[in-house]
């Protein structure tokens, strides 16, 4: 029972529960995670409806990508609040004038 004992370490020790290590998808559930906390929180001001929408929609790819190869369930925990914070950063940054509003047409 050594491997019991062995303490797990690092940044993505809560992420990766099986002992195995898994960059990609970690680092797909944390961009995800980041991208929704910014389209969400820019989403407040109208003024940054570009910055909103499109970090909502690339977190939504990001989010949906790493849904496919998640792993762990505590990656596809950290995969599914970040796609509803892109989600609905990207919905309000749409509404606000989306993705080109004033730069096209």
């Given amino acids: 029972m050594a491997q019991a004992a062995r303490p797990r370490n690092g940044p993505w020790a809560l992420l990766d529960t099986d002992g195995r290590r898994h960059p990609l998808q ?12 910014l389209a ?3 989403a407040y001001w ?3 409806h570009l910055v909103s929408s499109w970090a909502g929609l690339v ?5 949906g990508w790493g849904q496919m190869i998640s ?7 950290v995969l599914v609040v970040g796609l509803g ?9 749409m509404a606000h004038g989306g993705l080109f509003g004033g ?3």
Avoid: Y
């Fill in 26 to 37: 970690n680092a797909c559930a944390t961009l995800a995670l980041g991208l929704g906390l």
């Fill in 40 to 42: 969400l929180i820019t």
């Fill in 46 to 48: 109208h003024d940054l």
């Fill in 59 to 63: 977190g939504v790819l990001v989010g």
């Fill in 71 to 77: 792993v762990t369930t505590a990656e596809r925990f």
């Fill in 85 to 93: 914070t892109s989600a609905l950063g990207f919905f309000l940054g």
């Fill in 103 to 105: 730069l096209v047409g």
